[in-house]
């Protein structure tokens, strides 16, 4: 039964930490620009369960309050996002559901009841058919980071980062997802599970694979949010960020391999911090000969990237991505010239931190 409109939009001034939001969501059928998934991810971020107990909510945002979270000039907030709107007002999503063993099946239904830009501010009105695609976490749920997916600017690694949040708890492992299916997750299929026509050239599981998954991943790991959040890791076949079953000769399913990093990132450390996890951790490989844990090695790498000791970090995270066990650590079993190298580096740290008092 549909639900009456609540008449009282909903107004919050501060943008949400995380976007929650349910496994139906995640991993259904999503073809949206840039623009478009913005929007949709500011009123996902809104949203609270209690906004449907009695009416189907609506929610406003103002021109600051878009520019800023956006980061649109406030005098073209308007005819910037006027397109994106006008396109998701009529945009549906597919939904998968259970059908028989081996049928994929999905439910094409809009994503808004309406959507409109008067006076300087945004008006979104969700479709109550989804109502429980928009608050059921019986099934488990993405927690996407709001800053980090904001400001992720192109869409496919938008897209990525929306499946792999779905994954923070349980460690870095994954399932192995069919292509074809992985294919409908990147918004290439249409209501008939075949490639959209301005898609075509997606037939290509070659150009699928650079497109979708390894340019979205270099996007991922060279941004300066993203790189804190998670690492990607290296495979048995040298495939940074994910693993492949084939048959024959055909790629028939992925599976990413990431692990989350839950501790020690660069906003936590300050220069005191990060020179003392420096000095202490060399000290434990170098003079102590014990080797270091993965959670130290992250540490290690987050104190190298706040100092901006970019090298040594990019060594640390190397270890860290070609590790796909926790128990895998640096190898301090260096040629004697390394090892001297590395004693004049700690030298060096304990002349920075003599009049420190500990």
């Not at 991993?27 to 009416?55: G, H, I, N, P, V």
């Not at 998701?88 to 239904?109: A, Q, T």
């Not at 290296?234 to 990093?261: A, C, H, P, V």
């Amino acid at each position: 039964m549909e639900k009456k409109l609540n008449p009282n939009p909903i107004s919050r001034s501060n943008l949400p930490k995380h976007i929650k939001q349910g496994h139906k969501l995640v991993f259904s059928r999503k073809d949206l620009s840039q623009r478009e998934a913005d929007l949709f991810a500011l009123m996902m971020a809104q949203m609270k369960d209690s906004d449907w107990e009695k009416s189907t909510p609506q929610y406003n945002f103002t021109a600051s309050q878009l520019s800023e979270w956006l980061n649109i000039n406030s005098k073209h907030v308007g005819s910037i996002l006027s397109p994106a709107a006008e396109r998701l007002s009529s945009y549906k999503i597919g939904i998968k559901v259970e059908g028989s063993p081996g049928d994929l099946e999905f439910d094409y239904k809009p994503l808004f009841k309406n959507i409109k830009y008067k006076k300087g501010v945004l008006t979104m009105v969700p479709n109550d058919m989804l109502e429980s695609e928009y608050i059921e976490y019986k099934q488990g749920f993405a927690l996407i980071t709001t800053k980090t997916y904001l400001d992720i600017k192109q869409e496919y690694a938008k897209r990525l980062y929306e499946i792999l949040s779905r994954f923070k708890k349980g460690g870095y492992e994954m399932h192995y997802i069919y292509i074809d299916e992985l294919k409908g997750l990147f918004g290439l299929l249409d209501e008939s599970g075949r490639l959209k026509k301005n898609k075509s050239s997606f037939k290509n599981n070659g150009v699928f694979m650079k497109r979708c998954i390894r340019d979205s991943i270099e996007i991922l790991r060279d941004h300066p949010i993203a790189q804190k959040e998670f690492l990607f890791l290296e495979s048995d076949g040298n495939e940074m960020g994910y693993e492949l079953k084939t048959q024959g000769k055909r790629i028939s399913q992925i599976k990413f391999l990431i692990r989350w990093l839950n501790k020690g990132t660069t906003e936590e450390l300050n220069t005191h911090e990060a020179l003392k996890t420096i000095k202490e951790l060399i000290s434990k490989q170098l003079i102590q000969k014990e080797k270091l844990s993965t959670e130290e090695l992250t540490q290690l790498m987050f104190a190298y990237q706040y100092m901006g000791q970019d090298e040594e970090a990019k060594k640390v995270e190397k270890a860290l991505t070609t590790n796909t066990t926790n128990s895998k650590n640096i190898d301090i079993d260096e040629e004697k010239e390394k090892e001297k190298k590395l004693r004049d580096e700690v030298d060096a740290l304990l002349e920075l931190t003599k009049d420190i008092d500990y």
